[in-house]
Nanobody
Framework: QVQLVESGGGLVQPGGSLRLSCAAS????????MGWYRQAPGKERELVAR???????TYADAVKGRFTISRDNAKNTVYLQMNSLKLEDTAVYYC?????????WGQGTQVTVSS
């Protein structure tokens, strides 16, 4: 089972940018569907963006046009570039790897958007 480690979270002002990274251990990274999810206080975890092994991408409506997901299979890493951040983007962001019925989660990284 793949292990995931997120990094890149932090405190940013509205309108700012952050880039999250998720490094995966193990082999066969390229076959996994990789996703970024987030969970704000008092809310359920929700999908932010997802990229398949073939490169197909899905974004939540709330982040379309502002966030970009990408993957580097040579580095076993998936990224989330977040631009034009809003107060409502504040949450713990989790990386997810999925292949058939197997799924793995990272420990999460906090993103706080505040003035």
């Amino acid at each position: 089972q793949v292990q995931l480690v997120e990094s890149g979270g932090g405190l940013v002002q509205p309108g700012g940018s952050l880039r999250l990274s998720c490094a995966a251990s193990g082999s066969h990274f390229s076959i996994y569907v990789m996703g970024w999810y987030r969970q704000a206080p008092g809310k359920e975890r929700e999908l932010v963006a997802r990229i398949t092994s073939g490169g197909s991408i899905t974004y939540a409506d709330a982040v379309k046009g502002r966030f970009t997901i990408s993957r580097d299979n040579a580095k076993n890493t998936v990224y989330l570039q977040m631009n034009s951040l809003k107060l409502e983007d504040t949450a713990v962001y989790y990386c997810n790897a999925r292949f058939l019925s197997a799924t793995s989660w990272g420990q999460g990284t906090q993103v706080t958007v505040s003035s």
